[in-house]
């Protein structure tokens, strides 16, 4: 470990400002926590607001998986799992079953999580308004009154210009009945698992300076109209091609040079453990 | 250099905060302090080990008429005093605080709900009071045996119709170093 830097690399004040932040957002599930986001040694918008959270929420006795895009070797991944172990000498892992605490970008691991582990989302963009409505003011407001027409008006047009909602990621969902909530960009196939889910969803936002929550057996819905329901993306038909697994968020190759697709998991950890079970 | 108390504001500050988390996330479910308050002083030491996992500078609080509790939170964390209806954490020693501190603690704006009260309370460690409890955190409905200090509370709570986002959320902790939550949206059932 480092010694020229504090424990987990946060002054004390900064990690008890975001520490209170993340109780106000797990007592109001789904409202964005404004907090001062500080700075790192990564550029924000490259996993600043998840990297707070996940400094001031780790002890010596955690076990941190750090994930991207499902993988656990990707660069950001790579990037900040040594960050975090240079300032804290935590262990590491990549199986999903051993972490406690779990950092990721754009995915939700495969395996179901439990009651004593927290999943740390990195958020681009958390103002699920934003598409509709670009003064934060204004969104402010439309939170609070809980008005959120332009993001029904949003979907509708979507299903009358392409016959279907074409939001591939980034699919807003509500939250205990109350809060139009971002849930990260991950994928539509990730969205139920949100839904009265064992584990603590926490979600930061360094660049946007946001945190907001979903606690456990929190009542999550992906918006959808009565006569139009909800769609995750089908992999009717395919399969992983390392594991063979057919209910994963599967990734789809191209081959320039013969031509071909396949597909194989996104979760490259619940991918080898499927293979090791195999052998 | 002698210290007045062996909280360890780096390591014993992040392990007690985990378990307030916990309580919070799981609201009922009780998390054991007790070898966090058991490194405080005085005579309420689990305020002191939630003040310390908790308050700074950038807060304020209030301590009801304990003058002596006051003096320590501030010399310890450099936490504000401010007035009930304008401090960011309440502490309340003993139930003869608890109406002044729920009908007067701040319960935020449905534009930024963030800006309300936490109320930490110290509770004895009856447990005559059966509650029902549902909302966030919690799988349909968990039953808790508790004092009637928190049933007192949520009664009192309830009574002043928030509109939600808008509320107040608890803490309790006992002597015997239990700590556990009530977050605004947990409902009281049946």
Same mark, same amino acid.
């Given at each position: 470990?480092?010694?020229?830097?504090?424990?987990?690399?946060?002054?004390?004040?900064?990690?008890?400002?975001?520490?209170?932040?993340?109780?106000?957002?797990?007592?109001?599930?789904?409202?964005?926590?404004?907090?001062?986001?500080?700075?790192?040694?990564?550029?924000?918008?490259?996993?600043?607001?998840?990297?707070?959270?996940?400094?001031?929420?780790?002890?010596?006795?955690?076990?941190?998986?750090?994930?991207?895009?499902?993988?656990?070797?990707?660069?950001?991944?790579?990037?900040?799992?040594?960050?975090?172990?240079?300032?804290?000498?935590?262990?590491?892992?990549?199986?999903?079953?051993?972490?406690?605490?779990?950092?990721?970008?754009?995915?939700?691991?495969?395996?179901?999580?439990?009651?004593?582990?927290?999943?740390?989302?990195?958020?681009?963009?958390?103002?699920?308004?934003?598409?509709?409505?670009?003064?934060?003011?204004?969104?402010?407001?439309?939170?609070?009154?809980?008005?959120?027409?332009?993001?029904?008006?949003?979907?509708?047009?979507?299903?009358?210009?392409?016959?279907?909602?074409?939001?591939?990621?980034?699919?807003?969902?509500?939250?205990?009945?109350?809060?139009?909530?971002?849930?990260?960009?991950?994928?539509?196939?990730?969205?139920?698992?949100?839904?009265?889910?064992?584990?603590?969803?926490?979600?930061?936002?360094?660049?946007?300076?946001?945190?907001?929550?979903?606690?456990?057996?929190?009542?999550?819905?992906?918006?959808?109209?009565?006569?139009?329901?909800?769609?995750?993306?089908?992999?009717?038909?395919?399969?992983?091609?390392?594991?063979?697994?057919?209910?994963?968020?599967?990734?789809?190759?191209?081959?320039?040079?013969?031509?071909?697709?396949?597909?194989?998991?996104?979760?490259?950890?619940?991918?080898?453990?499927?293979?090791?079970?195999?052998? | 250099?002698?210290?007045?108390?062996?909280?360890?504001?780096?390591?014993?500050?992040?392990?007690?905060?985990?378990?307030?988390?916990?309580?919070?996330?799981?609201?009922?479910?009780?998390?054991?302090?007790?070898?966090?308050?058991?490194?405080?002083?005085?005579?309420?030491?689990?305020? /002191? &080990?939630?003040?310390?996992? +908790?308050?700074?500078?950038?807060?304020? !609080?209030?301590? =009801? #008429?304990?003058?002596?509790? $006051?003096?320590?939170?501030?010399?310890?964390? /450099? &936490?504000?005093?401010?007035? +009930?209806?304008?401090?960011?954490?309440? !502490?309340?020693? =003993? #139930?003869?605080?608890?109406? $002044?501190?729920?009908?007067?603690?701040?319960?935020?704006?449905?534009?930024?709900?963030?800006?309300?009260?936490?109320?930490?309370?110290?509770?004895?460690?009856?447990?005559?009071?059966?509650?029902?409890?549902?909302?966030?955190?919690?799988?349909?409905?968990?039953?808790?045996?508790?004092?009637?200090?928190?049933?007192?509370?949520?009664?009192?709570?309830?009574?002043?119709?928030?509109?939600?986002?808008?509320?107040?959320?608890?803490?309790?902790?006992?002597?015997?170093?239990?700590?556990?939550?009530?977050?605004?949206?947990?409902?009281?059932?049946?």
């Amino acid at each position: 470990m480092n010694k020229d830097y504090n424990f987990a690399f946060l002054d004390e004040g900064s990690k008890r400002e975001i520490r209170r932040s993340i109780l106000k957002a797990v007592a109001i599930p789904g409202y964005q926590v404004p907090f001062g986001s500080r700075e790192l040694p990564i550029g924000r918008g490259w996993g600043t607001g998840g990297l707070q959270l996940t400094l001031s929420l780790i002890g010596p006795d955690d076990i941190l998986k750090v994930i991207d895009q499902g993988s656990d070797e990707s660069v950001n991944a790579v990037s900040i799992r040594k960050f975090v172990t240079m300032c804290t000498d935590v262990a590491t892992t990549a199986k999903t079953g051993e972490a406690t605490l779990i950092q990721t970008r754009h995915r939700v691991p495969e395996v179901p999580l439990r009651d004593d582990q927290i999943l740390v989302l990195q958020v681009p963009l958390p103002e699920p308004l934003r598409l509709v409505e670009p003064r934060e003011e204004v969104t402010k407001m439309m939170h609070a009154e809980k008005d959120y027409a332009p993001v029904w008006l949003l979907l509708y047009e979507s299903l009358i210009r392409y016959k279907k909602i074409t939001l591939a990621a980034d699919y807003p969902v509500m939250a205990e009945d109350r809060y139009v909530m971002n849930p990260s960009p991950i994928p539509k196939f990730d969205n139920p698992k949100l839904h009265d889910a064992e584990c603590l969803y926490l979600f930061g936002a360094g660049r946007e300076k946001k945190i907001y929550a979903v606690p456990p057996h929190t009542k999550v819905v992906s918006l959808a109209f009565d006569d139009v329901p909800f769609e995750r993306e089908s992999f009717k038909g395919k399969r992983c091609r390392l594991c063979g697994s057919t209910d994963t968020y599967l990734d789809e190759l191209f081959d320039a040079d013969t031509g071909a697709r396949v597909w194989q998991c996104s979760d490259t950890a619940y991918c080898k453990e499927v293979r090791a079970r195999c052998v | 250099m002698k210290k007045i108390h062996d909280f360890d504001e780096v390591f014993d500050a992040q392990k007690m905060f985990r378990l307030v988390l916990t309580a919070l996330s799981s609201p009922g479910k009780t998390v054991d302090i007790a070898r966090f308050s058991g490194k405080m002083y005085g005579t309420r030491p689990a305020f /002191l &080990a939630v003040a310390m996992t +908790l308050l700074d500078n950038e807060v304020s !609080f209030d301590a =009801g #008429p304990d003058e002596a509790l $006051a003096g320590e939170i501030v010399s310890l964390t /450099l &936490a504000k005093r401010a007035p +009930l209806d304008g401090a960011d954490f309440i !502490f309340v020693s =003993g #139930p003869a605080d608890l109406r $002044a501190a729920v009908e007067n603690a701040k319960c935020g704006t449905l534009r930024d709900p963030h800006t309300s009260a936490t109320i930490v309370m110290n509770i004895d460690d009856g447990r005559d009071a059966i509650l029902r409890l549902s909302g966030p955190g919690i799988r349909d409905v968990i039953e808790i045996r508790t004092s009637p200090a928190v049933q007192a509370a949520l009664e009192l709570r309830d009574a002043q119709f928030y509109e939600y986002p808008q509320g107040i959320d608890f803490i309790f902790v006992s002597a015997a170093g239990g700590l556990f939550a009530v977050p605004r949206l947990t409902r009281r059932e049946g």
